[in-house]
T-cell receptor, first 114, second 114 residues
Framework: NAGVMQNPRHLVRRRGQEARLRCSPV?????VYWYRQLPEEGLKFMVY????????ESGMPKERFSAEFPKEGPSILRIQQVVRGDSAAYFC????????????FGEGSWLTVV | DQQVKQNSPSLSVQEGRISILNCDYT??????FLWYKKYPAEGPTFLIS?????DKNEDGRFTVFLNKSAKHLSLHIVPSQPGDSAVYFC?????????????FGTGTRLKVLA
């Protein structure tokens, strides 16, 4: 199964700690998207990355959140000094990058801040 | 500014009947549309897509209709099955400043009654 792999699936952090979420795209896909789903809400775009570049981070909170997609290894979504409002499901998706191509999602990472 | 809207948060349908899920959008530059299905605690799964140059695309029990003049998209599921019970998201994409962003609606929860 060469689908989008996300880990950890579940993460519990205390307020003020850091959360790191990882995403390995479909083999051969060079574009990664991160979305957040708050309880009872839809999928909100956060950031779009290509290898080593952030293409669009207009949906990312200005503080405490950062994302990277290095040349080697998975994409990382990092949340510093987590607060209770960061509790959500974080989904990563990948695509080859051409318009008209479907983006494929991972199973998600559920962050709970206590 | 919600560019993709799913105005019905929920829908109940009898098994064997047709399910019709609706989606409206505001940006006439969107050129590709997708539907995803999501079960609880799982990632969204791609269902079907349609290019803006078409008005219909069919795949088994699933058909997507696009009415560009009305900026309206619909997903028909015939016949509906209990396993179709899930949240359905529509999404649209457009090339903007060299990047592709996939904008999702807030989802419609479909319940198929046995």
């Amino acid at each position: 199964n060469a689908g989008v792999m996300q880990n950890p699936r579940h993460l519990v952090r205390r307020r003020g700690q850091e959360a790191r979420l990882r995403c390995s795209p479909v083999k051969g896909h060079s574009h990664v998207y991160w979305y957040r789903q708050l309880p009872e809400e839809g999928l909100k775009f956060m950031v779009y990355l290509q290898k080593e570049n952030i293409i669009d981070e207009s949906g990312m909170p200005k503080e405490r959140f950062s994302a990277e997609f290095p040349k080697e290894g998975p994409s990382i979504l990092r949340i510093q000094q987590v607060v209770r409002g960061d509790s959500a499901a974080y989904f990563c998706a990948s695509s080859p990058g051409q318009v008209g191509n479907t983006i494929y999602f991972g199973e998600g990472s559920w962050l709970t801040v206590v | 500014d919600q560019q993709v809207k799913q105005n019905s948060p929920s829908l109940s349908v009898q098994e064997g009947r047709i399910s019709i899920l609706n989606c409206d959008y505001t940006n006439s530059m969107f050129d590709y549309f997708l539907w995803y299905k999501k079960y609880p605690a799982e990632g969204p799964t791609f269902l079907i897509s349609i290019s803006s140059i078409k008005d219909k695309n069919e795949d088994g029990r699933f058909t997507v209709f696009l009415n560009k003049s009305a900026k309206h998209l619909s997903l028909h599921i015939v016949p509906s099955q209990p396993g179709d019970s899930a949240v359905y998201f529509c999404a649209a994409t457009v090339l903007t400043s060299g990047t592709y962003k996939y904008i999702f609606g807030t989802g419609t929860r479909l319940k198929v009654l046995a």
